[in-house]
C-alpha cells in the first residue's frame, strides 16, 4: 500500500509539472492567435477586445488556476478554431485514437510474444541470424513511412482499403476497426520488433541459470522448463516493456493518423498546432500525458505484484 500511495502522489505531481509546461509553452512562444482570428485587417481596438473576451490579458497565473479549475472538471474551455467547446470538440476523437491504440497493442502481444518464444525454443542459429536482421529493419523504417507503402501497395494497388475513406465507430464499429488495421500495424511493426528483441535476451539470460540445469537433470525438455519455470521469469521485464510500447502509442498515433486520414486526436493536434488554437493543444498534450503517466503507472504496480524481489525492496 506504501508503495501504490507513493506512485500515486508522484503521478499527480508529474501530471501537474506536465500541465503547467503545458499552460507555459503556449504563453510564452511567439504569435497571437487573436492576429490569426482577426486577420491581417484587424485594429488594435478589436485585437483588444478578443483578448479580453478569451481572457488573455488576465495575469498568467490567474488565467493558469482558472484553466487547471476548469479542466479538473472536464472543461478545457473553448476552440478558438470551432467556436464550441474543448471537451466536445475532442469526445469523439478520443474513441478513435483509443480504438487504434487499442488495436495497435493487441497486435503487438499477439506477434511478438509468440514469435520470441518460438525463436527461443529452439537453437537455430541461421533463423536466429535472419530474425536479426529483420528485426534491425524493421526498427530502421520510420512508422510514417511504413504507413505511406501500406497505402501505396494495399490501398492503391491491391485496394484492400480505400485511403481517406475512414468510417466512425459510432456508425460501424468492424469497418472502424478494419480500415484501422493498416495504420495500426504501422505503429506496432517497430514496436514488434523490439519487444521480441527484449523477450528473447530476457529468456536467454534465463536460460543460463542454474534453476534451468536443475530442471534438464530432471528430464525436463528445453520447452517444458521454458514453459514451466523461464517464462515465469522472464515475463516481469517483458510487460515493464510493453507498458513503454503501449506508453508510446499514442505518440505514434500522431504522425500515422495523418497519413491514413484518421479522424482522431493526432491529426487535431497538428491542425490545432497550425492554427495556433492553444485551448486545443493544452487539452491534448495533457490527454496523452495522463496517458503515459497511467500506463507506467499501472505496469510499475503490475511488476511490484509479479517480482518478489521487488515487494521485498
Known amino acids: 500500500m506504501r508503495y501504490a500511495a507513493k506512485k500515486l502522489a508522484m503521478m499527480l505531481l508529474t ?32 485585437v483588444a477586445a478578443l483578448r479580453a473576451e478569451l481572457g488573455l490579458d488576465r495575469p498568467f497565473f490567474a488565467r493558469y488556476g482558472a484553466w487547471m479549475q476548469g479542466a479538473l472538471r472536464g472543461d478545457f474551455g473553448r476552440s478558438y478554431s470551432y467556436a464550441m467547446p474543448v471537451s466536445e470538440l475532442l469526445a469523439g476523437k478520443i474513441g478513435i485514437t483509443a480504438l487504434l491504440t487499442a488495436v495497435s497493442f493487441l497486435l503487438i502481444v499477439l506477434v511478438s510474444l509468440p514469435t ?17 536482421a529483420v528485426n534491425q ?19 492503391l494497388m491491391l485496394r484492400w482499403f480505400v485511403p481517406g475513406s475512414f468510417v466512425s465507430p459510432s456508425e460501424d464499429f468492424w469497418r472502424s476497426t478494419a480500415y484501422l488495421f493498416f495504420p495500426a500495424l504501422a505503429i506496432a511493426l517497430p514496436r514488434i520488433a523490439m519487444t521480441v528483441k527484449m523477450l528473447r535476451a530476457s529468456v536467454r539470460g534465463e536460460l543460463d541459470k542454474d534453476y534451468v540445469r536443475t530442471a534438464y537433470s530432471r528430464g525436463n525438455s528445453r520447452w517444458q522448463a521454458l514453459y514451466r519455470h523461464v517464462l515465469r521469469n522472464a515475463v516481469v521485464p517483458t510487460v515493464a516493456f510493453l507498458a513503454m510500447a503501449a506508453a508510446d502509442l499514442v505518440a505514434g498515433s500522431v504522425v500515422i493518423e495523418q497519413v491514413f486520414s484518421v479522424p482522431g486526436l493526432g491529426r487535431l493536434l497538428l491542425t490545432s498546432i497550425a492554427n495556433r488554437d ?36
Do not use: H, K
Open 278 to 313: 492553444y485551448p486545443v493543444v493544452q487539452a491534448i498534450v495533457v490527454i496523452l500525458a495522463l496517458w503515459v503517466v497511467l500506463v507506467n503507472g499501472g505496469a510499475d504496480l503490475l511488476n511490484q505484484r509479479l517480482d518478489p524481489r521487488l515487494r521485498l525492496s
Open 116 to 132: 520470441g518464444v518460438l525463436l527461443c525454443a529452439r537453437e537455430r542459429p541461421g533463423l536466429d541470424r535472419a530474425a536479426n
Open 15 to 46: 501530471m501537474v509539472i506536465v500541465s503547467f509546461l503545458a499552460f507555459l509553452a503556449f504563453q510564452i512562444i511567439p504569435g497571437d492567435p487573436t492576429a490569426r482570428l482577426l486577420g491581417a485587417d484587424a485594429t488594435t481596438e478589436s
Open 137 to 155: 529493419i524493421i526498427m530502421a523504417v520510420p512508422p510514417f513511412f511504413t504507413g505511406i507503402l501500406m497505402t501505396l501497395v494495399f490501398g
